[in-house]
């Protein structure tokens, strides 16, 4: 595709923004996923999918959301529930601890809890967490009326990411952690059918003044030159120490999926599980270039081996 076209489509895209949004608000009066989603594409993408035959990586993620049905999934993209599944197939020296469960934040006794710690809804994506590394800096009530909103979310509905659909929403707390960076860097490891073929690591997620920082790597941890949804970073993260054994753990855990993203942390000489991502951005997310989207698409093979 030409740069001329290229341009375009993204000028297009942000005229489709607003639509997008209303389509979101009023995701009620579509119960049909398939419109639904040709729809949402459309406006977040600037071209409509092709899903009798679909070539790029964010179309064949629409294809997985609606033809993909493995009952699993639930308990996968569940983060609490997760946690006994992962324990069973590398370890439980993999899982954070987690410190308590509540299905209502009013529930919470935070006096009970450490003077720092994160706290994180089961049911929500991944910006739905509180980090608190001082508790008397704590506003309380803030934090109750903001957990009890992210348990009202809906990702279902708003995505169609049927997984979703059957968790229960719950709160999680769970153990603090930083490493040698002052913040918890992403490791996330794009795995198709039990091989890692690439992965991201997201900086700057914690400063107000900065714009969250995406930089993607191949397998060899080679920087690719390409953007997805954030800019690169001006000074390129490290290598992992843990790098390989990483991509073990990950290769591991992803075995037998069509597609899943396995995030991963490292704090000092141990590795701990973030959580499973079935729909990258739900697919709604340009490559920049394009031609990222089809090399990713590539990698996923539409099989019934997977259903």
């Known amino acids: 595709m030409s740069k001329l076209s290229t341009a375009i489509r993204l000028i297009k895209k942000k005229h489709d923004e607003v639509p997008a949004a209303l389509l979101r608000n009023f995701s009620f009066l579509i119960p049909c996923d398939k419109l639904y989603l040709r729809l949402m594409f459309r406006f977040c993408m600037g071209y409509w999918p092709n899903f009798d035959n ?23 993209v569940d983060k609490y529930s997760v946690k006994q599944y992962v324990s069973d197939k590398i370890g439980k020296e993999y899982i954070i601890p987690t410190i308590g469960v509540w299905s ?36 309380q009530t803030l934090v109750i009326k903001q957990l009890n909103k992210w348990l009202k979310n809906n990702i279902y509905r708003k995505c169609r990411e049927w997984p979703y659909k059957d968790v229960k929403p719950q709160i999680i707390a769970e153990t603090y952690m930083e490493d040698e960076s002052g913040e918890l860097r992403d490791y996330k490891f794009f795995c198709f059918d039990g091989k890692v073929q690439a992965l991201f690591i997201a900086t700057e997620r914690q400063n107000p003044n900065e714009d969250t920082k995406f930089d993607f790597f191949d397998r060899d941890f080679k920087h690719l030159p390409f953007t ?14 843990m790098f390989e054994k990483m991509i073990e753990l990950a290769e591991r855990l992803s075995k037998g999926f069509p597609h899943i993203r396995i995030d991963l942390y490292e704090v000092g000489s141990q590795i701990y599980f973030g959580e ?21 698409g590539e990698w996923i093979q539409l099989s019934s081996k997977h259903f």
């Open 104 to 139: 209502d934040a009013r529930e919470i006794n935070f006096d009970q809890l450490p003077n720092q710690f994160v706290l994180k809804t089961t049911n929500g994506g991944g910006g739905d967490v509180v980090i608190c590394k001082d508790k008397r800096l704590l506003d």
């Open 54 to 76: 679909p070539k790029t990586f964010n179309e064949k993620i629409q294809w997985l959301k609606l033809y993909n049905r493995n009952p699993l999934y639930t308990t996968l």
């Open 276 to 296: 499973m991502t079935f729909f990258h951005w739900s697919g709604m997310v340009p490559f920049n270039p394009e031609s990222w989207d089809y090399k990713f």
């Open 228 to 241: 997805n949804g954030h800019p690169n970073a001006c000074f390129l993260p490290q290598k992992p120490r």
